[in-house]
């Protein structure tokens, strides 16, 4: 399978008073063209972190310090010059992100911000990139598309704001989008509204897209493969109906248990405890404070990703023993 | 019944409202100065035209109404302040609104000269500052403001003069144009512009300062925001991103301050003015001072507190097309 | 002890306040024992008008053959305790005001803003020319006449930090426990909200000296003290033939005010920590 996306041993850290905190480590994943690969965690356990770093997106006043290697068809984005990345940045890798209410610039128009990718990476002149920026609003099904492209964000709901951020994101027709919880800030009924929207583009425009999200039923809905990240690390990844129906990690179980309970909306509350933050992980293996299976090994040394399944992986040295429930 | 005003007409309306209670505060407090003070204004003209006996005194006095009942005093000058009359300046001979407005415009060509200067330069060079954010060029920038913002202007002014007129003989030192100066038209305007540089860079100066420091705070602020984020990932330039996406958020507290520091501008310019000579206001407040011209002294507070409730009311239209939010408030 | 090293620590962190911190000790040294030890009287003429640095004037003479050197020294006092007076007096002002705004809100709010606003309008450095020219400009007056021109933008921010505490769970509780409105604002918020008051008005004393240093440039400050704004006025006159003499006391200005200016800064990182990635 030729991989669109390759990440290998994605480390980032953020600088603090005690040394640098590492928010992802060890991170190793594919995509391939046209695939949808989910990650799921609870809050704090680096996703967004691990999402920004790809296409070089990660705050900049918070000095990150970022290892590994990212390579897009190949070719290595880590490192790469401001201006090189810039040129990837909608054409290669478009993203969206969790709160469209202040992911898009309040001052100026819907219109202007739809049209700048258009014209800086399609070299549009003003007329092409507006006839083409009603073209994406009619895509992503905002109504009077013509009416919107004078208008402010204030003057659009949550909803139609999200689907202005997703038709920016498509304006260059990316080969990866990543999307970063792009419904949890969303009304519940808007939500399914704007997750098939992302989910019938993708297959219309086949473009691959990184879906990050702690709603379970998101993932059994849209994604191919999934990968469960927990204290910055990978614990599990593989094909979708394995993970959802055979998981051998334990906090994958967790998170499975906490979603039945809730229903198909549920949120990943159920499991006692929290992500421990950055500082505070313990050796060994991070989930271990709150696993109901833990052993004093588990304290020794940080579990290595092993087989256990057909395209299944995960970070746990009793996963082969005690089948999941 | 059908009939209503525009929001915004609405707004300028009670913006313009506002500077009747402002205009009745200040003459309050006017009399109230000039009640407390030691003498009143026949001591003074006596004084002036080099004393006078008791009974001259009392006439004068009688004469200008002084000798009525504090309160009547009281609303005799209210009165007089609410339909603009300011009085006479009993020194010069002429009323006072005549005498202040005639030096309205010197002022006003100073004051928006280095307003817009530092507003400008301010905010270019704290774009520049925070897109460096902790180089050489940032550190040393901010020492430079803030040793900037620690001189007192009408000493700078001095400097200046010392520097560019007395040592380069470049820039004439004081005035608003060449005495006796026999131009064309355009030949005059030059003249003006030639005398404006020394005093409004001098009083930009300061300013510069203090908008550079606030811009390039308020840029930290908001590049550090989602939706500039969001612009470098649909793959906007750095320098489109600081210039336009982040600059034209991070201007509105630049903006509002520049309105809230009009006050405090024309102050400066008392000196600013002294100094070089500008025959604006603040010359005048100086020129009454010596002149112990109280009337006039207050007729300026009057106008240039209502100047400073106009211009902020324009910094307020302009933070409403900054701003497309503000005008739905 | 420990957490008031840890606080020193931080403050002189950064070489810049230590700078300012040196420089501002120098200074305060020479105001208290300058005059002491410098006993020459400033108003004294001593010698040949307008001389240059020599054994006899380390600084020169003025226009009237007076020493600058004293000059500059007593005029540091000036300088200093207008400054120091004046911002106490502006800061008292305005944390009663500002508290009565933002704890009790409602009318007395608005009244108290309104006034607030009416000050922050009028130019101030015109109203205190006026305040000045209408009393006899002795120090007090002066020192006063500043404060009173001063106050309304620590109103403000007092305004601001009462109105967020006044709501908060341990003032309700401290009202429970039977505690007067006085007690509550002056025991229980104000030391909760002291250190961005004390920033400003920190800041406020760099303000204030250079208020006075223009008031005394005009003529218009005591007529029997020295001061560093008066001797720019004085060296003005001769600003051709011997710039120096405007130039020394305006060093000294600039000095002092970026000195508090650098410290002020310095506290203001040190105590709201949360602003200190700038
Ligand atoms: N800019 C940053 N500076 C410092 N720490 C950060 C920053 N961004 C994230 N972190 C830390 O990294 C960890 C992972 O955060 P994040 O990637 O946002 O997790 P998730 O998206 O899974 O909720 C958290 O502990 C968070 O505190
Ligand atoms: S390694 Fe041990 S502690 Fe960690 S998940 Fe597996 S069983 Fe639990
Ligand atoms: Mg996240």
Redesign the pocket.
Known sequence: MTSLLTVKSLC?G?P?KRGV?P??EDLDFHIAPGETLAIV????????????SIPGL??R??R?VVSGSVRFEGQEMLNMPDRKLARMRGPDVGMIFQDPSTSLNPVFTIGRQICEPLRTHMGLDARAAEARAIELLELVKVSAPEQRLAQYPHNLSGGMRQRVMIAIALACSPRLLIA??PTTALDVTVQAQVLRLISGLQKSLGMAVLL?T?DLGVVWETADRVIV?YA?RKVEEGPVRRILSQPSHPYTEGLLRAARKEGRDGFLTEIPGV?P??HQRPPGCAFEPRCARAIAACRAAVPAIRSTGPGQVAACIRAEEGQPA | MAFSIPPFLQFMFRRVLQIIPVVIAIAALNFLLLSLAPGDAADVISANNGGASAEEVQALRESLGLDRPMIVQFFSYMGGVLTLDLGQSYVRGMPVLDLVMSRVPATLLLMVTSLALAVLAGILLGILSSTRYGSLLDRVMSIISLLLYSTPHFWLALMMIVFFSVHLGLLPSGNIATIGGDFSFLGRVWDVFVHLILPAVTMAMFYIAVYMRLMRSSMLEVLDLDYITAARARGASEKKIAYSHAARNALLPVVTLAGVQIGHALGGSVLIETVFGWPGLGRLVYESLLERDTNTLMGILVVSSVLVIVVSLCIDLVCGLLDPRIVHK | MSRSSDFLRRLFSSWTTALGAVLLFIIVVAAIFGPIVYTVDPFEMLGRPAQLPSARFPLGTDVSGRDILAGILNGARVSLIVGLAASLGATLIGIVIGALSGYFGGLIDDTLMRITDFFLTVPNFVLLLVIVSVFTSTIEVITLAIAFVSWPSVARLVRSEFASHASREYVHACRGLGMSHMEIMGRQILPNVMAPIIVVSSLMVASAILTEAGLSFLGLSDPDIVSWGYMIGVGRTVLRSAWWMAAIPGVMIVLAVLAINLVGEGLNDALNPRMRQR
């Open positions: 980032v953020f603090g905190l928010a992802v965690g609870e809050s704090g356990s680096g996703k967004s972190t691990a999402a920004l990660l705050s006043s918070s990150p970063d919880e990050i702690h990240m910055g992500v933050p950055p």
